[in-house]
T-cell receptor, first 114, second 113 residues
Framework: GAGVSQSPSNKVTEKGKDVELRCDPI?????LYWYRQRLGQGLEFLIY????????KSGLPSDRFSAERTGESVSTLTIQRTQQEDSAVYLC????????????FGSGTQLSVL | DAKTTQPPSMDCAEGRAANLPCNHS???????VYWYRQIHSQGPQYIIH???NNETNEMASLIITEDRKSSTLILPHATLRDTAVYYC??????????????FGTGTQLKVEL
């Protein structure tokens, strides 16, 4: 595809349920990032994947959050036992390689936890 | 990474140049300056980056002071579509932790008729 694709675009869930968010990076991009953006706030880094290297999970806020990536393709971010404070836009980005600061972002998934 | 300081908001008349300042007084010699913008309900969009020389592309110009402690993003002819939050970020590329860009709160630019 032409850009980073995220699905679903909107997700409404009940407190305590698990959710899975998907990101399709730009083809050929080896680096993939997940960020979170709460309403009216800046972006918070969550996790970073680079090729087959161990991911940088330093931004994950709790053990309820996890992410996987298959090779250099699709990534999924899973939030278990969702809480109301998890409500935010979850943004995925990819870049050609770890040296590039030029990130391409998707439009995000708006998660609402009731 | 060096911290950046930006005004929270700015207004600009359509057709005029928008000059967005950024202070990064603690920047180190190998840190690049990146600019992104985020239009409402969209993901951030890369605009431009530079190290010490001024840069220009189809979107904007980046002016970095000689001491590199501040920079200005210039949109030469702002349009209503340029209304967005503009983020100034400093970062060392090619580090082991990848480009974990740290986004602050940015400058909300409002372009008006």
């Amino acid at each position: 595809g032409a850009g980073v694709s995220q699905s679903p675009s909107n997700k409404v869930t009940e407190k305590g349920k698990d959710v899975e968010l998907r990101c399709d990076p730009i083809s050929g991009h080896t680096a993939l990032y997940w960020y979170r953006q709460r309403l009216g706030q800046g972006l918070e880094f969550l996790i970073y994947f680079q090729g087959n290297s161990a991911p940088d999970k330093s931004g994950l806020p709790s053990d309820r959050f996890s992410a996987e990536r298959t090779g250099e393709s699709v990534s999924t971010l899973t939030i278990q036992r969702t809480q109301q404070e998890d409500s935010a836009v979850y943004l995925c980005a990819s870049s050609q390689n770890t040296g590039s600061g030029k990130l391409f972002f998707g439009s995000g998934t708006q998660l609402s936890v009731l | 990474d060096a911290k950046t300081t930006q005004p929270p908001s700015m207004d600009c008349a359509e057709g005029r140049a928008a000059n967005l300042p950024c202070n990064h007084s603690t920047i180190s010699g190998n840190e690049y300056v990146y600019w992104y913008r985020q239009i409402h309900s969209q993901g951030p969009q890369y605009i431009i980056h530079g190290l010490k020389n001024n840069e220009t592309n189809e979107m904007a110009s980046l002016i970095i002071t000689e001491d590199r402690k501040s920079s200005t993003l210039i949109l030469p002819h702002a349009t209503l579509r340029d209304t967005a939050v503009y983020y100034c970020i400093v970062r060392v590329p090619f580090t082991g932790g990848g480009n974990k860009l740290t986004f602050g709160t940015g400058t909300q630019l409002k372009v008006e008729l």
